[in-house]
């Protein structure tokens, strides 16, 4: 009996952690897709957007640690580096540079989340 | 982390089918779906810990997916008959007082020296020593004394028996290293009704002359013939 109830715990602990594990990355990888689109829209039309830019980065940062929990590290250790790479792009005014390399963080900001969801093709 | 989940269900059915199908001697001492559990476990525990890039948690929602399908076969085992013998089969007869099942032996991919081997390791020299003889599920071997019969006799000394013919088939490396001459053989075999020596599963001789031996589908004989070969051991 007692033995039951721990599996009946742990089944709990992983489907309730797993779909709450899937909504959390979505929701974030979202957010981050979203203000990605808006700055590469500012970018297309040659404004420098490198200040909300800069305040994604940071709030990427802070996401990032506890993102390595649920996704591989190497899926996400670029990110950093094509945003500061962008950043530096339209500081110089290199607007379809900088346009180029955010619609390449974009799909895969985009993708990840994909990845890693609930799907047939997924977990096979 | 519920695609871990559902991968390592999948991993761990495919690799318990897979172990189901290799039969009991693959297992060594554990129940089939322990066999898996150990095998995966090893792995999954290694996989995060030496690999940085990987969550930790994949790690542990595996091992507690393991968890988990093992407290679900546990229970399954026990609570019903038929789907504790899917999970963990059945113990299967390999002598009865029929003597040896050479279907069962078949099917379970042992051969007469295996059998021979474990027979020995268990304490006994000859198959008509036993009354049953079981492969247990988890792979061991169990083997059930014949009880003597009222006033017979003690074999004058340790029997140690070598088999002499394998599926209709002579040994012959056994029969020339001891001296035997296959006549004799041949006509105690067709003095208890064999055709041929294909009609003969097995047969052994122990040093006091005790001969076993067992026709295709058909109860074992026990002869005591004295005979020793040109080279007694």
Redesign the interface.
């Not at chain 1, 390595?68 to 190497?74: E, I």
């Given at each position: 009996m007692k033995?039951?109830f721990?599996?009946l715990g742990?089944?709990a602990?992983?489907?309730v952690?797993?779909?709450l594990?899937?909504l959390y990355v979505k929701s974030k990888f979202g957010y981050f897709e979203e203000n990605l689109a808006k700055i590469i829209e500012k970018t297309d039309q040659k404004q420098d957007d490198s200040e909300n830019l800069r305040q994604l980065l940071e709030w990427w940062k802070g996401e990032k640690l506890i993102m390595?929990?649920?996704?591989?590290?190497?899926e996400i250790k670029d990110i950093d580096g094509m945003m500061v790479k962008a950043g530096q792009f339209i500081n110089e005014g290199f607007f379809v540079l900088a346009s180029a390399e955010l619609k390449k963080l974009h799909d895969m900001v985009k993708a990840l989340p994909e990845n890693?969801?609930?799907s047939f093709g997924?977990?096979f | 982390m519920l695609l871990i989940f559902i991968r390592t269900i999948i991993i761990f059915a495919i690799l318990f089918l897979v172990i189901r199908l290799m039969g009991k001697r693959q297992i060594g001492e554990m129940q089939p779906f322990e066999f898996v559990i150990t095998l995966l476990i090893a792995e999954l525990a290694c996989i995060p810990m030496a690999d940085l890039s990987i969550p930790i948690g994949f790690g542990i929602i595996s091992i507690l997916t393991l968890f988990v399908m093992h407290q679900v076969l546990t229970i399954g085992e026990k609570s019903s008959v038929l789907i504790g013998r899917l999970i963990s089969s059945k113990p299967s007869i390999i002598i009865d007082s029929n003597g040896i099942n050479f279907k069962e032996l078949k099917r379970l991919n042992i051969s007469i020296n295996e059998l021979q081997e474990n027979l020995r390791i268990a304490g006994y020299s000859n198959f008509d020593e036993i009354e049953y003889a079981l492969l247990e599920t988890n792979g061991k071997f169990s083997f059930l004394k014949k009880q003597p019969e009222e006033g017979e006799k003690k074999p004058p000394k340790t029997p140690l028996p070598v088999c002499i013919v394998e599926e209709g088939k002579y040994k012959e490396w056994e029969l020339e290293k001891l001296g035997f001459d296959k006549e004799f053989f041949e006509n105690l075999f067709r003095e208890h009704g064999a055709k041929s020596l294909k009609d003969i599963e097995v047969a052994t001789i122990d040093n006091n002359g005790k001969v076993y031996f067992q026709k295709k589908n058909s109860k074992y004989v026990v002869v005591e013939t004295g005979y020793a070969g040109r080279r007694p051991w």
């Open positions: 033995s039951t721990v599996l742990v089944l602990l992983i489907l952690s797993g779909y594990e899937g390595h929990a649920f996704v591989p590290h190497n890693y969801s609930f997924n977990i | -």
